[in-house]
């Protein structure tokens, strides 16, 4: 069975720092482009960064720019988000996906998903 799963997520304060997980089973997560998508309450559910399969490429939305960084680590299999400078605004459920390039990122266009992992930032 080919599954995504996100961990790390939980309850920061502003300021604050998470780093989120994304891992697979039945799927090499190295071979594809992880994108990290997230959804506010009421909102519509946004992308935040996506990595390229060989790291040569990411992109970051604007309001991350500075405070996020998304790596591979090909050992493990696995990619990661880190989360600096959280602000409440940053509170979602964070997804990451799968998918053969970031071009499918930008559409949210991508093959498999995770459940989700929730980020709070309050005080």
């Known amino acids: 069975q080919l599954q995504v799963v996100e961990s790390g997520g939980g309850l920061v304060q502003p300021g604050g720092s998470l780093r989120l997980s994304c891992a697979a089973s039945?799927?090499?997560?190295?071979?594809?482009?992880i994108g990290w998508f997230r959804q506010a309450p009421g909102k519509e559910r946004e992308g935040v960064s996506c990595?390229?399969?060989?790291?040569?490429?990411?992109n970051y939305t604007d309001s991350v720019k500075g405070r996020f960084t998304i790596s591979r680590d090909y050992a493990k299999n696995t990619v990661a988000l880190q989360m600096n400078s959280l602000k409440p605004e940053d509170t979602a459920v964070y997804y990451c996906?799968?998918?053969?390039?970031?071009?499918?990122?930008?559409?949210?266009?991508?093959?498999?998903w995770g459940k989700g992992t929730l980020v709070t930032v309050s005080s």
């Open positions: 996906a799968a998918a053969f390039s970031c071009n499918y990122y930008f559409r949210h266009a991508m093959d498999y």
């Open positions: 990595i390229e399969p060989n790291g040569s490429s990411t």
């Open positions: 039945g799927l090499t997560l190295n071979y594809y482009a």
